[in-house]
């Protein structure tokens, strides 16, 4: 077990234990810290897989922003301090069985696939790599269309969602 | 090498040689080093903080003409730690349905996202946390973790007030965040890199010198982050009693309390690093140690400024703090870093047909990047100056509000 | 060395997770926050795909970029949505709106 290994299944439990506690925890504020937890999981996944510039791209915007809007709209959308009750729906166990067989599915199309197990390939010039991701946004040839059509979704989002929650003038 | 030139890995070897020798396996070795590395870092933040309390309180007592603390040793040097003493032995006292987990949790992150910002700050050439390549998008990263523990105190004290004061807090540390993303990609475009000891070794002229307004950008911005003044919103002393604090007694408060003011020298670190050379001084290259040196005299002047600042500066209110953010400095932000993206471009396309020196390239660039900085500040001005309000409304004239009425005729006669 | 099967199996595992918080839960916003566990999920696929299998190309990167800002743009509008059907309906129990139904 070398020590990749080791941090790679501790740091893989604490997210899944924090993905399930998002779940089925009772309290929505519990949900949102365990929803952060797994997401500061899911960046210290992406410095293992040598992508560090993801890391801090999710940290800052999901944990610094998306994580922060759904502490947010939770205490802006609650009569009271605390909620009490089930949070789950009357057919909460049908939910469970299409989860459960989707993974079974997924995992059985993966097993029958002949890339499953390998191993990863060793990397070359790491310092280029970010500038190359950078040119590659906005190069013609490559992914600019995708970029540009991504900051038009964002502006989208920021008017309608000022728009729809805003106060209406009287 | 040798200790004078890369003390950290001197250190580190000889360690790992010691624990090696004591039979233990190569990996748990990185392992310990690499913990007592991260354990010297924060402890480092906090014996920082120890000296720069006594330092402020020193220097507010002496602008504001007393003495300030003045008992406890010579110059009153050690005040700090019965005031330390005093925050260990206070009461913790938990309000009444207050979320228990997420009461204590707040205090922590937000002390953490302090110290973790050590991390990457460059003292000398060879002394550094860790070199990572996108060490100033992880600066901003880890204000956004401080922003998450601000909110998390505020709604877990179970109090109206400590909500509302959350909420206005979070309100100004998130919209600061923007133009100081912005004002940090200046020096990113001018260094070509993200990382932080990449940005000091870049600097031949002073990023300062290069682009004044984005230094100013990101310092106001960065201070407004803190809650220092004229920002200090967030824990106004004199209204919301201590905003999303309130509730926060003993050593919770004390690490409110320390993360506050060890937020305030981290941005004066910042703002030497990026913008002022940081470790950069005469006599670096031979002695690698010197950096530290001209580090924190750096850092100092930059907090002695951030200090007269508060002292001298009167609160801003939230309307007034937003409308400057959102309608003043993110203009500005991305006006300048579009205009400055556009004038290095040009400048190194003309470059080789001006046949410049070698040497003198750097500051012929530091010459047209402060033409642009002070030709952007010129038409802000003028633009500013058509904002002016151009005469007081009258509303209403004032009435006289006592007058004594006539007496009536048969009174008098 | 870790192999791929480790990510895929981890990203398949918080996949499921996540819909089961979308098709369970009550409250729109538990629902929005399943919605993005699921949308994690798919972007450690995308990068443990880029990292294994073409490291020298750009092409999963430059997809998880596009992922990243269009579950920020989600969220955005989703909880927009959600604190207006708040101020009119005074709940936000997805069973509540259902004023399309037939």
Not at chain 1, 72 to 96: C, E, I, P, Y
Not at chain 2, 147 to 161: D, F, M, P, Q, T
Not at chain 2, 385 to 413: D, F, G, L, T
Request: charged share 10%.
């Amino acid at each position: 077990m070398t020590p990749e290994q080791i941090i790679f299944l501790i740091v893989a439990v604490v997210t899944l234990v924090a993905g399930v506690s998002v779940v089925t925890s009772r309290n929505l504020i519990h949900s949102a810290l365990w929803l952060i937890l797994a997401l500061f999981g899911v960046a210290v996944f992406y410095v293992l897989l040598e992508a560090g510039f993801f890391a801090v791209i999710q940290v800052i915007v999901y944990i610094g922003a998306i994580a922060i809007l759904f502490i947010f709209a939770s205490m802006l959308t609650r009569r009271v301090m605390q909620d009490t009750g089930h949070q789950s729906n009357k057919n909460w166990w049908l939910g469970a069985l299409i989860a459960f067989g989707l993974l079974v599915g997924i995992t059985l199309v993966l097993v029958n696939w002949q890339g499953f197990t390998s191993l990863a390939p060793v990397l070359a010039n790491q310092s280029e790599r970010l500038s190359q991701l950078g040119l590659a946004l906005v190069s013609p040839d490559l992914y600019v269309l995708p970029f540009e059509l991504a900051s038009v979704l964002l502006v989208a989002a920021m008017i309608g969602a000022i728009f729809v929650a805003g106060e209406k003038k009287q | 090498m040798n200790f004078i030139s890369d003390p950290i890995t001197f250190i580190a070897n000889w360690l790992g040689n010691l624990l090696l020798s004591w039979g233990l396996s190569q990996t748990f070795v990185t392992v310990i080093l690499k913990f007592i590395g991260a354990g010297l870092v924060g402890t480092f933040g906090f014996a920082l903080v120890i000296f720069t309390i006594w330092l402020e309180r020193k220097l507010y007592g002496r602008i504001q003409d007393r003495l300030g603390p003045n008992r406890v040793g010579p110059w009153g040097i050690f005040q700090t730690f019965p005031d330390m003493i005093k925050i260990f032995t206070k009461e913790y006292i938990t309000p009444v349905g207050a979320d228990k987990v997420v009461y204590n949790l707040a205090p922590i992150l937000s002390v953490s996202a302090v110290l973790l910002t050590w991390a990457v700050i460059p003292f000398a050439p060879t002394i550094v946390g860790t070199e990572v390549n996108v060490g100033v998008l992880y600066l901003v990263a880890v204000g956004a973790i401080g922003a998450l523990g601000i909110i998390l105190a505020g709604w877990s004290s179970n109090n109206k007030y400590s909500l509302l004061g959350a909420f206005r807090a979070v309100a100004q540390v998130v919209s600061y965040e923007v133009p100081m993303v912005l004002a940090l990609l200046v020096p990113v475009l001018l260094g070509r890199s993200m990382g932080v000891n990449s940005l000091v070794n870049a600097q031949s002229v002073w990023f300062i010198v290069l682009s004044p307004i984005a230094a100013l950008i990101f310092f106001t911005s960065s201070m407004a982050e803190t809650g220092r003044a004229p920002f200090d919103l967030l824990e106004a002393e004199s209204e919301l009693v201590a905003g999303y604090q309130t509730e926060y007694s003993g050593l919770k408060f004390g690490m409110f309390y320390v993360g506050e003011f060890l937020h305030a020298f981290t941005i004066s670190a910042l703002t030497a690093t990026i913008f002022f050379g940081g470790w950069r001084g005469p006599w670096t290259e031979q002695v690698p140690i010197l950096g530290v040196a001209w580090f924190f005299i750096k850092t100092f002047i930059v907090y002695f400024v951030v200090v007269l600042i508060r002292i001298s500066m009167p609160r801003l209110r939230i309307d007034q703090m937003l409308n400057f953010n959102w309608k003043f400095l993110t203009p500005l932000a991305l006006v300048l870093l579009v205009l400055t993206a556009v004038l290095d471009k040009a400048f190194y396309l003309v470059l080789p047909s001006l046949n410049l020196l070698e040497a003198a390239i750097p500051w012929v660039r530091a010459g047209m990047h402060l033409l642009l900085n002070l030709f952007i500040v010129i038409i802000t001005v003028q633009l500013l100056k058509s904002y002016k309000i151009k005469s007081v409304q009258v509303v209403a004239k004032p009435k006289p509000i006592a007058v004594a009425p006539e007496p009536p005729a048969s009174v008098i006669s | 060395m870790i192999p791929l099967s480790w990510y895929l199996i981890f990203a398949a595992i918080l996949f499921c997770i996540g819909l089961y918080g979308v098709l369970v839960r009550k409250n729109a916003i538990a629902i929005l926050m399943g919605i993005e566990l699921m949308l994690n999920s798919v972007n450690i696929n995308l990068i443990a795909f880029w990292r294994y299998r073409s490291p020298d190309g750009i092409a999963g990167q430059a997809f998880a970029i596009i992922v990243f800002a269009v579950a920020a743009a989600e969220v955005a509008v989703g909880l927009a949505l959600i604190i207006s059907i708040y101020r009119r309906r005074s709940s936000v129990v997805a069973d509540d709106m259902n004023l399309m139904k037939w």
